[in-house]
């Protein structure tokens, strides 16, 4: 059943362009598929989560990790009675603005772009369901409803001070009401990405040996889970061990979002969607121990991981890769493939237009690609050489 402040497909604010809707799916579920089918969709597969993608098939990949974002989603919405749909939509859709090479990549392109707009992932995943996905014959982007595009774009929470562009751009077309917090969907989906990062990065960093079980004993959630799989399973071989005890730290982390926003919703009087916009403040939290917990978690995973020499050095080069092939497409626009001549051509003289236009064919590439395309266009050697 349902919860009153829930997002209704019977009440949602429809698409720019309208559309018949399907007989047999919701607005949202519509959504989701159109999502599921987009080509930046696809090439999340080939995209960084912390690993380059080719470093080895087990690591987390933007794609898979936006898979289980939108599982740890599903079973929070349906467990605080929201549109699990909406919820599933967002959450697939909240990375496809990433570049190649995870958050190494968006620095990287960030400052090359600063003197034309900067670069900002999340405003990129609304250029690219609005304008930058172009398979439909009545419109360009997805045509995603007004409730999934909030959601994407407000993934951090309200949107204010300066916008980045690509986000100005099509808010100036469609007011997505920036200034506001989204639907609860939105938030739950937020947290699920918190949810599946803090869990899959531990598991990642074990695998790639850049610290043990040991290492990790002593933190918040961790210690608690591996002492309790000792308990009740002496002897367990380390593998399954190491999955049992953080397969607890999760289900942790989801039971205390679903047992601290019960109580929120509840107690905000929230009784329609827009109430739980206007409320002022999130209404889908951590508890505040859950909270600091998972800052010691964090600051462990930056210094250990997200910062750890190995890691460190393949950022230094994966950051080179971006400095090299953005400066010759603006000096070379001729160089990118022939589907992108027609927005080269329009561009003309104006240097921000054409800088916008590099900037989003480089962050529509795979990892394997930008490397590709350096190595045939720059040269230089291979990655972590």
């Known amino acids: 059943m349902r ?7 019977d009440l949602a604010r429809g698409r720019r362009v309208p559309e018949d809707e399907s007989s047999f799916r919701s607005c949202f579920q519509r959504d ?30 933007r794609l898979t990790h936006s898979i289980e ?11 605080l009675g929201l549109n699990d749909e909406l919820t599933e939509a967002v959450a697939l859709a909240h990375d496809l603005g990433h570049p190649p090479f995870g958050h190494t990549g968006e620095d990287a392109l960030h400052a090359l772009m600063q003197p034309y707009g900067g670069f900002d992932h999340n405003a990129q995943a609304i250029k690219i369901v609005t304008a930058l996905e172009q398979h439909y014959a009545g419109f360009d982007g997805l ?9 994407i774009a407000k993934h951090n929470g309200p949107v204010t001070g300066t916008l980045p562009h690509a986000l100005a751009d099509y808010n100036a077309l469609h007011d997505l009401e920036l200034h506001t917090h989204a639907s609860a969907e939105a938030q739950v989906a937020a947290l ?91 209404l889908i939290r951590f508890s505040d121990t859950m909270w600091r917990d998972l800052g010691a978690i964090r600051r462990f995973l930056f210094t250990q991981m997200y910062r750890a020499p190995a890691v460190m ?19 070379q626009p001729a160089l990118m493939p022939a589907d992108w001549a027609k927005a080269i051509a329009a561009a003309g003289s104006d240097r ?11 962050a529509g590439m795979t990892d394997r690609f930008a490397l590709q395309e350096h190595a045939r266009l720059i040269g230089g050697g291979a990655v972590g050489d």
Do not use: C
Request: no cysteine; aromatic share 8%.
């Open 69 to 79: 974002v939108a599982q740890v989603a599903r079973t929070i919405a349906g467990a």
């Open 32 to 61: 989701r598929d159109r999502i599921i089918h987009a080509s930046a969709f696809r090439r999340l597969k080939h995209k960084t989560q912390v690993f380059v993608e080719h470093e080895g098939d087990y690591y987390r990949t």
């Open 352 to 362: 921000t237009m054409l800088a916008r236009i590099v900037a989003d064919y480089i």
């Open 143 to 151: 045509n995603l409803t007004w409730e999934t595009l909030e959601g």
């Open 3 to 9: 919860a009153p402040f829930a997002s209704r497909p």
């Open 313 to 331: 050095k393949i950022r230094a080069d994966v950051t080179g890769v971006v400095e090299g092939l953005f400066p010759l497409f603006l000096s």
């Open 192 to 282: 699920s990405d918190d949810i599946a990062y803090n869990n899959h990065d531990l598991h990642d960093g074990l695998r790639a040996g850049l610290f043990t079980e040991g290492d990790i004993a002593a933190l918040p959630l961790v210690g608690a889970a591996f002492a309790e799989v000792d308990s009740l399973h002496p002897g367990l071989d380390p593998y399954r061990r190491r999955h049992e005890a953080l397969r607890r730290v999760f289900g942790m982390m989801v039971a205390d979002v679903i047992e601290t926003s019960r109580t929120l919703l509840t107690t905000s009087g929230a009784q329609s969607v827009e109430d739980v916009r206007h409320f002022g403040a999130p």
